[in-house]
C-alpha cells in the first residue's frame, strides 16, 4: 500500500475517533482545520463550522467545488424519564433498528460526557415476554447511562438536559483483507480521500490549471449542509460521498461509484458522461448507479439557488446509515477518480 493510501486510512481513523453528530462538529472541524494547515495550506472555517480549502488553480471563472461531510448520523436527548433513563430524538436518518445495543456517549453542555447503552426498553429477554414483537422505533428505546441513577432527579443531577447530544461508537475496524468497517464511513471516508488527495498535489508539486476548492460540510445529513459557501466563479459542485452498495446496484465495495440519478433527480449528464470517459481511460474499477434513497451536497446546494453543474462519486459503501463496510480499493478506485477527472491535460 502506498503512503498516500496509508495516510487516507489513518486521517479517516483519526476522524473516526472524533464525535461529530450533526450539530456537534466544532472539534472534528477543528482536527481538519490543523491536518490542512500541517499540509500547508489555508482552510477557512465557515460561519455554519464547515472547513474550505483553496487547493490552488490559475482560472477562477470555471472553478470546481469538491464536496464531503463531517457531520454523522446521532441523537439528542429528547425527554429524562422518571426513572432516570433517556429518550433519544435522530440527527439525520439515524435508524434504531441499526443502533440497538450500542454504546454511547452523552455529551452535556456544561457537565462533560457520560456512558451509556442505547436499548430496548425493558431490553431483558428473560423478563420481556413481548420482546420479539416490539418495532424498534425512537419510542420504544432509551439510553441507560453507565451511571447510579434511579430517577430523573439523579439524571438532572449529573447535568444532563433535554437538547445534549447523544453519540454513537463508530466500532472501526480494518481487517487484514483490507475491508474498512465502521459506522459513520458515511462521510469520514470521503474528507480522509480529500486529505490524500491535497496530499498528493503538494508532494507531486501539481499546479492546478482550474481552480479547486474543497468544502467539508457540516450540515449533510439534515439537507442543507452545501446549501452556502460556494465560491465565486465556481460552475461546477461534485460531491465526494458514500457510493450505495446493495440489491439492484452494480457497485461493489471494491469500486468507484458514479450516481446518474438520485432521489432528487438526474445529476448533470455531461459531467456524469465525462466521469465515466474519465475513469475508462484510466482503466479505474468504476460502476454507474442510480441510489433511489439519497440526496446529496451537489444536490443541496442547486437547491439553493446555485447555477452549478453537479455530480456525484464515492468509495462503495455497504450497509449505509448501519455497521458500514468499504475496502481499500474502492478508496484508490475513487482516489483514482479525482485524479483522472481532475488532473486532466
Known amino acids: 500500500m ?4 496509508e495516510y487516507i486510512l489513518e486521517q479517516t481513523k483519526n476522524l473516526l475517533a472524533i464525535d461529530s453528530p450533526t450539530g456537534y462538529t466544532k472539534e472534528a472541524s477543528d482536527y481538519l482545520m490543523q491536518e490542512y494547515q500541517s499540509l500547508g495550506y489555508e482552510p477557512v472555517k465557515t460561519v455554519k463550522g464547515g472547513v474550505l480549502v483553496d487547493l490552488g488553480g490559475a482560472k477562477e471563472d470555471n472553478a470546481l467545488l469538491l464536496e464531503a461531510h ?15 433513563r433517556l429518550k433519544a430524538s435522530p440527527l439525520g436518518g439515524l435508524n434504531p433498528n441499526n443502533a440497538e445495543a450500542e454504546n454511547c456517549r452523552v455529551i452535556t453542555r456544561q457537565n462533560g460526557t ?13 423478563v420481556n415476554d413481548n420482546y420479539d414483537d416490539i418495532k424498534r422505533s425512537f419510542d420504544a428505546m432509551e439510553v ?6 434511579n430517577s430523573k432527579d439523579d439524571a438532572k443531577k449529573l447535568g444532563i438536559m433535554v437538547g445534549d447530544i447523544i453519540a454513537f461508537e463508530p466500532r472501526t475496524v480494518i481487517t487484514k483483507r483490507g ?5 459513520f464511513l458515511d462521510d469520514k471516508l470521503s474528507v480522509g480521500i480529500f486529505l490524500g488527495f491535497a496530499k498528493y498535489l503538494k ?39 458514500m457510493g450505495c452498495v ?13 450516481c446518474a440519478k438520485d432521489s432528487v433527480g438526474p445529476y448533470h449528464y455531461q459531467v456524469v ?17 442510480i441510489y433511489p434513497h439519497y440526496g446529496s451536497d451537489a444536490d443541496a446546494a442547486l437547491k439553493a439557488g446555485y447555477d452549478c453543474r453537479h455530480g456525484l462519486i464515492g468509495p462503495g459503501v455497504y450497509a449505509s446509515h448501519g455497521y458500514e463496510r468499504a475496502h481499500v480499493d474502492g478508496v484508490k478506485a475513487t482516489l483514482e477518480l479525482l485524479k483522472a477527472y481532475l488532473l486532466q491535460p
Open 179 to 183: 475491508y474498512i468497517k465502521s459506522r
Open 273 to 289: 458522461t465525462d466521469l465515466v470517459k474519465a475513469a475508462k481511460e484510466r482503466g479505474i474499477d468504476f460502476a454507474v448507479d
Open 114 to 126: 457520560y456512558e451509556g447503552t442505547f436499548q430496548l426498553e425493558n431490553a431483558s429477554i428473560h
Open 2 to 5: 502506498d503512503q498516500i493510501m
Open 70 to 84: 463531517l457531520d454523522t448520523l446521532g441523537a439528542m436527548v429528547r425527554e429524562i424519564k422518571e426513572n432516570g
Open 203 to 241: 508532494e507531486e508539486n501539481i499546479l492546478l490549471k482550474r481552480k479547486i476548492y474543497q468544502h467539508a460540510t457540516v450540515f449533510e445529513e439534515v439537507g442543507h449542509g452545501a446549501c452556502g459557501t460556494v465560491p465565486q466563479g465556481v460552475t461546477e459542485i461534485l460531491s465526494v460521498d
Open 246 to 258: 446493495g440489491e439492484g446496484l452494480d457497485c461493489t465495495e471494491h469500486q468507484a461509484s458514479i
Open 144 to 149: 441507560v447511562l453507565d451511571e447510579k441513577v
